[in-house]
């Protein structure tokens, strides 16, 4: 760690060392991701290297690693922790591991809609998720929104709580998302978003829930049958750098990333609506058949999902009070 410490430093230190002599040394500035750079996280993640690069001319060598090409999904965070990244921007439960509070933005049917998702995000129970990433050498940055979380099959179409019963569902890491599933009657299964494609191919899984927009930037669509349409969680992602690396920055390079980040979230923020919209339409496109739950089989979802939520104890227990309360 002291190592780390002491590049941290030192990138600081050239930095200003090369503006004060009119010279420009670039710090490496490395963006992991695990989607394609058509999706949605990818693309707010392009336009902060843009405004980026046109904010600080020369002072970064911003790099960007669509498709886990830098380091697979689930080494993200340790990754950033290390600061073999500097930013990362992962689904929101990869963040469980090193900070239970996260959870609350995977609780199963939490959040009515990304109005009052953003009010969480954006008040205090967002600020007390980041301080304690920030406690574990994370700074976060930003919260970006996904497509609504739903289920989809490569086999039979799931339009009632029968039908998903012993079904293999592919999950991302989420104890709160794998006990709704195992409480809906579901096999869950812990895969990489890199990896879906070849385990629906192969029958090792015969569902996946996931985004329409990230199951349409990863050509999942080849795979799938139908998407059942049942917003188990709005999701998003948390934007983080290494805190060591984002305090070792002088003010003027601070304050360009800041700038950046800002542009880049209101870019997400203005685009999340309309990405759900051409999302489905290119599923339906691609032959994916759209099912909706009927209002009352909905409610026995959300009955059925709900010790999930009451069984949470501490200070995720208070974040989700305070949610339910906005």
Do not use: C
């Amino acid at each position: 760690m002291k190592h780390h410490r002491l590049g941290f430093t030192l990138s600081a230190v050239s930095i200003g060392i090369a503006l004060a002599g009119g010279v420009y040394a670039q710090t490496p500035l490395k963006i992991a991701y695990e989607t394609s750079d058509t999706h949605i996280k990818a693309r707010s993640a392009l336009l902060f290297k843009e405004e980026l690069e046109k904010r600080a001319p020369g002072l970064f060598a911003v790099q960007t690693f669509p498709n886990a090409s830098l380091m697979p999904s689930r080494q993200e965070v340790s990754g950033a922790v290390q600061n073999q990244v500097q930013m990362i921007l992962p689904f929101v439960s990869f963040y469980e591991a090193i900070s239970p509070k996260a959870g609350i933005f995977t609780m199963p049917m939490l959040f009515r809609d990304y109005d009052h998702l953003q009010k969480a995000a954006e008040g205090t129970v967002g600020k007390a998720v980041y301080d304690e990433l920030e406690s574990k050498g994370l700074k976060a940055v930003a919260y970006w929104y996904e497509t609504p979380t739903h289920i989809f099959t490569s086999k039979k179409e799931i339009n009632n709580q029968a039908a998903i019963k012993g079904t293999k569902v592919r999950i991302y890491p989420s104890a709160a998302l794998e006990g709704s599933l195992r409480r809906l009657g579901a096999n869950p299964a812990v895969i990489p978003g890199s990896e879906v494609y070849l385990a629906l191919q192969n029958g090792t899984v015969d569902a996946a829930v996931t985004t329409p927009s990230f199951a349409q930037s990863l050509k999942l669509t080849d795979v799938l049958k139908t998407m059942t349409r049942v917003n188990l969680v709005l999701g998003g992602y948390i934007v983080a750098l290494n805190k060591g690396f984002y305090d070792g920055l002088p003010a003027n390079a601070k304050a360009a990333v800041d700038a950046s980040i800002k542009a880049a979230t209101d870019f997400n923020k203005r685009e999340i609506r309309d990405e759900v919209r051409r999302a489905e339409e290119a599923m339906t496109k691609a032959g994916v058949k759209l099912i909706d739950l009927a209002p009352e089989e909905r409610a026995r979802w959300v009955q059925a999902v709900q010790p999930v939520l009451d069984s949470q104890s501490g200070d995720l227990a208070k974040l989700i009070a305070e949610a339910q309360k906005m």
